[in-house]
């Protein structure tokens, strides 16, 4: 079945660093969506990429869909502490539901 | 506020009880998910429910009940579970058109704890 890995697993950074976390899916995906999840919170969806090769900007978050429609990225420049948390991708095939990511999880030091 | 509302946010539950986990949906979605989140594996599908039929079980122990009575509404019916289940379950959904879902709606999770 299809699936969807994440590296790293755990990502410790100094606030200020840059931050990227990569998604690659076993199968040929028809869209890719990413979640963040605070402490204690609950995944929220940040954003959905379609087409191949689709670069998306949300201030300091920057997501990159792969020309193969088969990895992403999501990168953080300038890492503050209100980034803390769990990232997920989810990527979905023309076929069937989204499979999640086991994710990435951020700590940022002050 | 999510539109996903999940009831109780926690529960305490001995391995003899019988409880249920609600999940109200006011999006007027067509399709709900239930999710197990645990740091062993950090989202675990376990039920979908489309247009309020099940078209997804991943192997979940019978122990776990799914009940959709109609598209708003999604339960968990637990009886008899183990230390073991004790996790965040978390309920989304979503709305299915054409060849893709949009983004799921997550509510903000039960915390269970068996004892």
């Known amino acids: 079945g299809q699936q969807v890995m994440q590296i790293p697993q755990y990502q410790h950074v100094q606030e200020g660093e840059d931050f990227t976390t990569y998604c690659n899916s076993s199968?040929?995906?028809?869209?890719i969506q990413w979640y963040k999840q605070r402490p204690g919170g609950h995944p929220v969806f940040l954003i959905q990429?379609?087409?191949?090769?689709e670069v998306k900007k949300q201030k300091r978050l920057t997501f990159q869909f792969g020309e193969a429609k088969k990895n992403s990225s999501l990168h953080i420049t300038a890492t503050q502490t209100t980034d803390v948390g769990t990232y997920f991708c989810?990527?979905?095939?023309?076929?069937?539901?989204?499979?999640f990511g086991d994710g990435t999880t951020l700590t940022v030091k002050p | 506020e999510t539109g996903v509302t999940q009831t109780p946010r926690h529960l305490v539950m001995g391995m003899t009880n019988k409880k249920s986990l609600k999940c109200e949906q006011h999006?007027?979605?067509?399709?709900m998910y239930w999710y197990k989140q645990s740091a062993k594996k950090p989202l675990e599908l376990m039920f979908v429910?489309?247009?309020?039929?099940?078209?997804e079980n991943n192997s979940v122990p019978s122990r776990f009940s799914p009940e959709c009575p109609n598209s708003s509404h999604l339960f968990l019916h637990l009886h008899t579970l183990q230390p073991e289940d004790s996790a965040l379950y978390l309920c989304?959904?979503?709305?299915?058109?054409?060849?893709?879902?949009?983004?799921?709606?997550f509510g903000q999770g039960t915390r269970l704890t068996v004892v």
């Open positions: 999006l007027g979605h067509n399709a």
């Open positions: 989810a990527g979905s095939t023309n076929a069937g539901k989204s499979t």
């Open positions: 990429l379609v087409k191949s090769g």
């Open positions: 989304a959904s979503s709305q299915e058109g054409g060849q893709r879902d949009t983004e799921a709606f």
């Open positions: 199968t040929t995906l028809s869209n």
């Open positions: 429910y489309s247009l309020e039929e099940r078209v």
